[in-house]
T-cell receptor
């Protein structure tokens, strides 16, 4: 099992550009999450999904969008990138709520 | 929504000492409390967790205690080793508006173990 995979590992965007961060898991987990991690701020939840076709906002959803058309994939879309979106983004999955989350390796995004 | 406070932000100990990291939470409906370890440049990984129907859990050198009345929980590491150096995050899982239980993370504690 590959676990949770994310692409790309690094990306530099110009202000106003758009991109999609890819996340996939092969553990047949129902729950998937997107977090951003800024220095000294912990992990902030952007969006989460409890199953294919079901998504909901987390603490910091502004400027992002998600979709969940399959159990395996949970892409995160950034529209009109801003410097405030410079961060490390982690995707995670869990079998169900209140269980261990498995994290992907992260994507380091810089917006200049 | 849930608010999780974590202290201290930095903890420096000598090898062999014990380390304690404390977290408080605000939502009394929170029922699952995991702890994650993140080494530099790596992804967070679960090291121990506790559910609201248990007061204490231990796994070798690591233990977690939960006080539901006071709404706080703590991570205890005994006989610390240099490889314990990392950032540790606590989380509390609470119900959201749609009914799902979703975690809120603390800001993290950077543990430094000096040889």
């Amino acid at each position: 099992n590959a676990g949770v995979t994310q692409t790309p590992k690094f990306r530099i965007l110009k202000i106003g550009q758009s991109m999609t961060l890819q996340c996939a898991q092969d553990m047949n987990h129902n729950y998937m999450y997107w977090y951003r991690q800024d220095p000294g701020m912990g992990l902030k939840l952007i969006y989460y999904s409890v199953g294919a076709g079901i998504t909901d906002k987390g603490e910091v959803p502004n400027g992002y969008n998600v979709s969940r058309s399959t159990t395996e994939d949970f892409p995160l879309r950034l529209e009109l990138a801003a410097p405030s979106q410079t961060s490390v983004y982690f995707c995670a999955s869990s079998w169900t709520e209140n269980y261990e989350q498995y994290f992907g390796p992260g994507t380091r995004l810089t917006v200049t | 929504g849930e608010n999780v406070e974590q202290h201290p932000s930095t903890l420096s100990v000598q090898e062999g000492d014990s380390a304690v990291i404390k977290c408080t939470y605000s939502d009394s409906a929170s029922n699952y409390f995991p702890w994650y370890k993140q080494e530099l440049g790596k992804r967070p990984q679960l090291i121990i967790d506790i559910r609201s129907n248990v007061g204490e859990k231990k796994d070798q050198r690591i233990a977690v205690t939960l006080n539901k009345t006071a709404k706080h929980f703590s991570l205890h590491i005994t006989e610390t080793q240099p490889e314990d150096s990392a950032v540790y995050f606590c989380a509390a899982t609470s119900p959201r508006s749609g009914g799902s239980y979703i975690p809120t993370f603390g800001r993290g504690t950077s543990l430094i173990v000096h040889p």
